[in-house]
């Protein structure tokens, strides 16, 4: 079994590492950029599309408020940058606004926060995956005719080479990333000359086309909330921010300091990126629609069901360098790429979050972790699970899925700020030093206006996107906080029922006696093995034990027991319905009832197999006995094993492969200093 397995998954994903090559996978700030970025820099694709998606409502009139509500985003963007440097700084050790929250504001606060941030990364994939296919969908028809398939194969994909280590990945994605981040700015400066300078008069392809306003005239109340519904739907560019909080230990040393560079870095790229698309956007007036079949008119007919909606940055690629242009096609396809990469954002903070999750035993142990290549495999394996699950529910249909986005990053964002703010005030407490406390009172103000103003931010998504969808992420949220909740008081019982006492107890008392039982179906190499060892053993009683099911086979083998001469007294168990399990446990448990202080040793001769299929065919009675004997108190049960052939052949084949890893091998992780609960410091 292990050479089927192992061979695929070295083609795969690689040879594995050793613990101490752990330093070799760290980041620098170049790579980090694009693994932790890609998110809030590639949402610049589709989030000014949103903003005038959701004013088309009004009619082409309304979007003229365009430039104000992207104002409003890019001071929300460098308020939550400006605050999470804050956050970098103060700690360093990848809980981001999980450790944030918990520490100031408690574990409830936390647990909140590691739920809205656990259905923000899923939701990341699924949007970021969905409008890559339907980027790509307008130039090849096969995509878009099987939305769901190829986004599942891109999940796929991109679980693969996520599994095969964070430098790796990085490595793969920073060329796209680049490209795009390079194409979008020379599309924003050639745009400018030939606006500015040529005076050249670019006109997107939906130009001539004019929108059906839904509601006409609006005002008051009215337009007000539709303006705060397009700021929500732009927020999107905001998503992913957070990443980089939870990935500060991926970074290379200083740690602190590379992360809050990244972030400056990519707070200042994304907005710039986010403007230029919009006011172009505006110049060659791109034409948007929710529903564009009905609602664009192209000489006042509608357009038809065949018509396809490409996203605003295409349509202005379009205007400034000409379809079928170079630059043209290398923008395109570098968007439908940086779309797909985006959702390496989540497959690099799910896991870390996860593996912290469950060394505070919030969530299943097996994501603490590490695989092969030293990445959390299998928080990544549950982030594609997750997100396939989702996508497949929605159909990949970004419109529908983007509805959902963004609640969960405001709550964290939100508790994470204050939570900075209650962290400021404990270390300005007891702080004498003058410098360093007016330095704390300005990180302070920052965290505070960052608390309120994505508390607000919270506000107007929650009432302006609760029926559109954003009820599904509060119910993941609920579903998220319930669950680990419940593996948290799991894990309190057990550690709580098996707690060594200080003083004597049942469990350290020597049993009176020991009881050894042999379980025989016929005499050979593993049978006269199996009482060797239990005579060896030097128990106060020994018998063999077995279960007639077969009159001859059972006359036969008590034949064979006395010309064998064998010193172990044979008991025959009758089973009239010919059942093995059934007579062999309550026999045991009457033993156990008899003498309550005495231990009952159960010994099970079994074999060892080389060949999955071999597992099919042997020892299926032995598990099924173990299995049951387990819940009975006082019982040890105990494998006597016999390597057959196969298992010796199968043995030899695996030490021939370099950097063999034995069955059952489990790897724990993070191979690193343990993260630290309580940090000090106030560097910001």
């Not at 998606?53 to 430039?67: C, D, E, T």
Request: charged share 15%.
């Amino acid at each position: 079994m292990s050479k089927l397995t192992d061979v695929p998954k070295r083609i795969l994903i690689g040879r594995a590492l050793r613990s101490d090559r752990l330093g070799e996978t760290l980041l620098p700030k170049r790579i980090a950029l694009p693994v932790f970025a890609s998110d809030p820099l590639s949402s610049v694709a589709y989030a000014p599309g949103e903003v005038l998606l959701v004013l088309s409502i009004a009619g082409v009139s309304a979007y003229h408020f365009s430039p104000w509500i992207a104002l409003a985003v890019v001071v929300l963007m460098f308020t939550v940058v400006a605050s999470y440097r804050q956050n970098v700084h103060a700690y360093p050790s990848g809980g981001g606004d999980y450790e944030v929250a918990t520490t100031n504001l408690g574990a409830k606060a936390g647990l909140t926060v590691a739920s809205a941030l656990l259905v923000d990364y899923v939701l990341t994939v699924a949007v970021s995956i969905a409008s890559g296919i339907e980027n790509l969908g307008s130039a090849i028809p096969f995509v878009v005719e099987h939305k769901v398939l190829c986004a599942v194969s891109v999940i796929v994909l991109l679980t693969l080479m996520n599994l095969r280590g964070v430098k790796e990945s990085g490595k793969l994605f920073a060329i796209p990333t680049y490209v795009f981040v390079g194409g979008v700015f020379i599309m924003i400066a050639w745009g400018a000359f030939r606006g500015l300078v040529l005076n050249d008069t670019m006109r997107a392809p939906t130009a001539g086309y004019t929108i059906k306003a839904e509601h006409q005239g609006l005002a008051g109340f009215a337009l007000v909330f539709l303006m705060l519904r397009a700021f929500s739907s732009g927020c999107a560019a905001l998503t992913g921010v957070e990443a980089i909080s939870n990935g500060v230990p991926a970074f290379r040393k200083p740690k602190s300091k590379n992360a809050a560079t990244t972030l400056a870095a990519m707070g200042l790229l994304a907005v710039t990126m986010f403007c230029g698309i919009i006011v172009l956007a505006l110049t060659t007036k791109v034409r948007m629609a929710e529903n564009p079949a009905t609602d664009l008119l192209k000489h006042g007919v509608a357009i038809g069901s065949g018509y396809v909606q490409n996203p605003v940055i295409t349509q202005v690629a379009e205007a400034v360098f000409g379809k079928g242009s170079f630059l043209f096609v290398v923008l395109a396809a570098a968007t439908a790429l940086v779309l797909f990469l985006a959702a390496n954002t989540a497959y690099n903070g799910f896991p870390v979050l996860g593996s912290i999750l469950a060394q505070d035993r919030y969530l299943p142990r097996q994501l603490h972790t590490r695989g092969d290549r030293l990445a959390f495999s299998n928080g990544i394996v549950l982030l594609a699970g997750a997100a396939t699950l989702l996508t497949v529910i929605y159909g990949a249909d970004s419109t529908r899925l983007i509805q959902l986005y963004i609640v969960g990053v405001f709550v964290s964002f939100t508790l994470s700020q204050t939570g900075m703010v209650r962290h400021w005030n404990r270390h300005l407490a007891v702080e004498k030093d003058v410098a360093t406390r007016r330095h704390m009172m300005r990180s302070r103000a920052i965290n505070a206006f960052g608390a309120f103003f994505t508390g607000l931010v919270l506000v107007v998504v929650l009432v302006t996107k609760f029926t559109h969808g954003a009820w599904v992420a509060l119910l993941g949220m609920v579903i998220f906080y319930a669950t680990m909740t419940a593996i948290r008081k799991h894990y309190d019982g057990v550690a709580a029922e098996i707690a060594a006492p200080e003083g004597p107890s049942d469990d350290s008392v020597r049993p009176s006696r020991v009881h050894s039982v042999v379980l025989i179906s016929k005499i050979h190499r593993p049978t006269l093995r199996a009482l060797a060892y239990a005579k060896l053993m030097r128990s106060d009683s020994l018998e063999a034990l077995t279960v007639n099911v077969d009159a001859a086979e059972t006359k036969a083998l008590k034949e064979e027991w006395e010309r064998r001469g064998i010193d172990v007294p044979l008991k025959v168990l009758d089973s009239p319905y010919r059942e093995i399990t059934r007579p062999i446990i309550e026999y045991v448990r009457g033993l156990r009832k008899e003498s309550p202080r005495d231990a009952v040793s159960v010994i099970i001769p079994e074999y060892v197999v080389g060949h999955w299929y071999e597992h099919l065919l042997h020892n299926q009675s032995a598990l099924r006995l173990k299995g049951r004997l387990l819940f009975t108190p006082g019982i040890m049960v105990t494998s006597v094993p016999y390597q057959l052939q196969s298992s010796e052949a199968a043995k030899s084949r695996a030490r021939k492969r370099q950097e063999w890893n034995a069955p059952g091998s489990v790897r724990r992780g993070p191979a690193q200093e343990g993260r630290p609960k309580e940090p000090s410091g106030s560097q910001g």
